[in-house]
DNA sequence: GATGATACGTTGCCAATGTCAACAAATCAT
DNA sequence: ATGATTTGTTGACATTGGCAACGTATCATC
């Protein structure tokens, strides 16, 4: 319940025009014109703007054939980056990505143990200082976490990371301490599901489901009415724990019959008798379209019918216009996806539901590298 | 993605105003200013544009026994008001609403036989003929109406409400057509969700969910990060479906081991000997509580135990803060509403949902009509 | 009951912003 | 070259909220 004044009409006006050409992509300031509504005068005011600070650039207009007087092309700046990072079990990967869009870097630096919250710090504040002098030239605005686990909202906390055992770190604090950049942070599912929707799959959509199914686990992000939902304390989309079975198989909450104890990305492995380290989710998809044994074929169908329970589940209460799947689910569903859409749409309330699409993830590796630059530049976006 | 001039400005501010007189009950000027930020000469003039337009009025401060100038207190209007609709199977309750949250009447008209949309319309129309003469002094703004099933949320078309009978019903335009008044529709459960946030258990909260146990299924709405998801086409919020168990029973969509074919009314009143027609949810309530037959409570813990799985799925994937139940739901909360908080607990994530509560509705009679006044009010406090 | 302290509404001036209309510039078609 | 079309630019303008000074209404104290 906050009034506006008039610092906040610029404030928004800057930031629509910023977002516009971060997600969209660049456009004309003719287009900016049509987009926002706003007159061509205050559209050129704001432009120079965003372009004294550095944050876009304008180039010569591409020639279109059109009369008229050519429209000068409107772009975010590639020198304006951030730093996304996503430790895992074996690995923190450090990027930078532009606001442009652009992953400039995407470095991989593998740990021999799992990394505990100190070295994943020490590590990257290392890379960091080298990527500090490498991108000397460019502004680099903040710094954003990728945390497969719990982490709290309003103040990045890491409550609980399983995979990593990490218990209630303040990550967000170490890293602002040792690189003096603003930090945040946010589960890596979440920030996945912004990733898609902003860029990938789900471009543009205000209603949308997210699903990944990861090696130890399955996690989701959504977005509910254009708003990427986490929830009262941040720990939205936990679709892993939804109850879709009677059996005793439990999760690594120890929950019972739940989408995490019934489909995993191990039993897939142990049907097609391969080794985990060996499998990336394309090699594992590859294996199980190329594999015709029964015991295999059956665990399939068996995930998959377990997945649609879930999904289901999902769609009765949100009314989502696309579900996104990643990492191990993609490969189940590209096995069969008229066995999924068909199980789905038989424990989902039938007409009302079938505009309902269910489909891949689009943004491959560098999914969480953009997903956290987004949530670094959010800011940014917000008050340019 | 659109711009702000400054026209967007004022009518910000003056909704800012509006919406919290409305919705948080009269406050001083000084507490506006404080509230929204705007300065004092701001606030004065917006109030004293809100009290032209007749939609606030201004009354001499109460004595505070405070040193200083007392600021008069500005309250939304009970002059101006909603029409709220609510057809069910045996009535149609129509209602006066306020925009001071002053509920001046409500008229329950039987219905001998479940009625069609057509004659919805022209008993609503009678009564509504009737209103007018009664408030001719009073500003009518518009029309609610709280549909018991599937309404689509761009045109208010009713897809399909099971227990009237109706498919693909135009109502909003029947109704529009008929009185004049701007119209609006919505799921019935989802204007209760908005009217428990707003005026009952979850005042303030921007995460939570409603679910209403009707004697014909289980429905519900949520509030998500603030917005009252409607889904990608008003048809989210469909909990009765949720899957709970590997049981036969199927529910009014045909699904087996949903919530709403495990979870009923009718089983609650069955091992209790009692008839639907006499017992509403307090009287149930009571019965519940009275009886110590081990039939009874068995069939109260099988039902909390499977409300407990429909519940934990959606806290998994939505972190509210609150769960709201109506109904014969919160009748059967309340004979142990231990067992199903500690149920839920134990299926969800443990610490990470520990802030998760639980409560029964506290808008009776009136919260359909509430927030189906709610609905129609919202153009208003969109733009004053 | 006069005085001061406190809190708040009112008034006039100011800065900032987006709009508008007129004009200039850049392209295409003839 | 000329006109049509589209778009950027410029300066005047209206509107809005902020601000500071002032007026007003209450309480506490003597």
């Not at 000068?72 to 430790?87: E, F, K, M, Y």
């Not at 489901?209 to 720990?235: C, D, E, F, K, P």
Request: with cysteine.
């Amino acid at each position: 319940m906050q009034g506006n004044n008039h610092d906040d009409v610029r404030r928004h006006n800057l930031s629509t025009i910023l977002r516009l050409v971060h997600r969209q992509g660049a456009a004309s300031r003719a287009q900016l014109t049509r987009l926002t509504g706003l007159n061509r005068s205050t559209i050129g005011a704001l432009v120079g703007e965003l372009v004294e600070r550095g944050l876009v650039e304008e180039r010569t207009p591409t020639p279109t054939k059109l009369a008229g007087r050519p429209s000068p092309i409107v772009a975010a700046s590639d020198r304006v980056v951030a730093i996304a990072v996503n430790p895992e079990i074996d690995a923190i990967t450090v990027g930078v990505i532009a606001l442009s869009g652009v992953v400039h870097r995407s470095i991989r630096f593998a740990t021999p143990t799992t990394p505990t919250a100190a070295e994943a710090v020490t590590i990257t504040a290392g890379i960091v200082t080298d990527l500090r002098r490498e991108y000397e030239e460019y502004s680099i605005i903040g710094m954003g976490v990728a945390v497969p686990g719990l982490v709290r909202a309003h103040d990045g906390l890491v409550r609980n990371a399983p995979h990593l055992g990490w218990v209630d770190e303040p990550l967000c604090e170490m890293l602002a301490a040792v690189t003096g950049l603003p930090v945040v942070a946010a589960n890596d599912a979440s920030l996945g599901v912004t990733a898609e929707r902003h860029f990938g799959a789900g471009r543009g959509m205000t209603d949308l489901i997210y699903l990944n199914g990861g090696s130890s686990g399955i996690g989701g992000g959504l977005v509910v009415g254009g708003v990427a939902a986490g929830g009262r304390t941040g720990y939205a989309g936990e679709f892993g724990h939804t109850r879709v079975s009677a059996g005793r198989r439990t999760d690594s909450a120890g929950i019972a019959g739940t989408l995490e104890a019934e489909v995993t990305r191990g039993a897939l492995l142990a049907v097609l008798g391969l080794r985990a380290g060996d499998t990336d989710a394309d090699a594992l998809e590859r294996a199980l379209l190329a594999s015709d044994a029964p015991a295999v074929r059956a665990e399939v169908d068996r995930q998959l019918d377990f997945l649609a329970v879930a999904l289901a589940g999902a769609v009765n209460i949100l009314n989502p216009e696309l579900i996104v799947l990643g990492g191990f689910l993609a490969a189940l569903y590209g096995v069969d996806p008229g066995r999924l859409t068909r199980a789905v749409a038989a424990l989902t309330l039938g007409a009302a539901f079938d505009e309902v699409r269910i489909a891949p993830a689009l943004l491959g590796s560098n999914l969480l590298l953009i997903g956290a630059a987004e949530l670094a530049f959010e800011a940014l976006l917000l008050d340019p």
